[in-house]
């Protein structure tokens, strides 16, 4: 007979093989921790459809771990694609703050913009850069599902704070986009942007004030507002995927400078 893979909080694991060593030690770490994964090489029984094993993994998982790299981009053909349009198609169902998508880098690489409903892409989920520092990375994926399977969200957002996020949502979605909206000139790859995220000195900025400022932009204002009242209402300990912290100036510049590098091809 075989084995139930359909576990109810369970993570779908969708990787290229060339990364088997890497997404081995995710799994190790899932293991130490009690969190219950599906990896194809070890959850498809012989004699099984495979193609059905992964859908229904997929569709019952609580997480869908994308692992995203170097090698997934030089390949011309992997069924990860086919798991991750599977993916997609259950993530435009599900409420805009799940977290059930997560992304990880693990390697420098790109994040196919396979489109997710709402003029967004799969490059609008925030990702985790394991390249970077794994082992953070891997502690902070671990919070995020741990923290889920601990109380299922038992930290209620009251009414107020609900609302405050989804202006929050919106205002961010302004600035994934790209568009330009509520910036000057509406370029979000203007000078007193990329000024603005550096170590400047004081002086430098004061040259460039005309364009905009951290008591001019209203975007910005609006954002850092919300994020300091989200943050005192301990929006920080639910560790969404999608949360960025705009209080400061030079977040916020941060924020607008990747998200045009990354559209005009720079990253």
Known sequence: MAKDNTIERNVFVSYVKENSLQIDRICKAFTENEIEYWLDKKDIDPGTFWKDAIKSAINNGAYFLACFSKEYNERKETYMNEELLEAVEILRTKQYDSGWFIPIKLSECEIPPIPIGAGRTLNDIHYLSFYEDCDTE???????????????SSKAISNEIFEKQYIYLGLKSLIEIGSGAGFHNADLGHPVYRIGASNAPIEMLKELEYADSPEKSLLFKMLSMLSKELKDAGIEDLHFTWWYDFTEWRDFCKFAIDVYDRKKGYK
Do not use: N
């Not at 891997?138 to 299922?152: A, M, P």
């Open 138 to 152: 891997v502690k902070r994926l671990i919070d995020i599902i741990k923290h889920e399977e601990d109380d299922s």
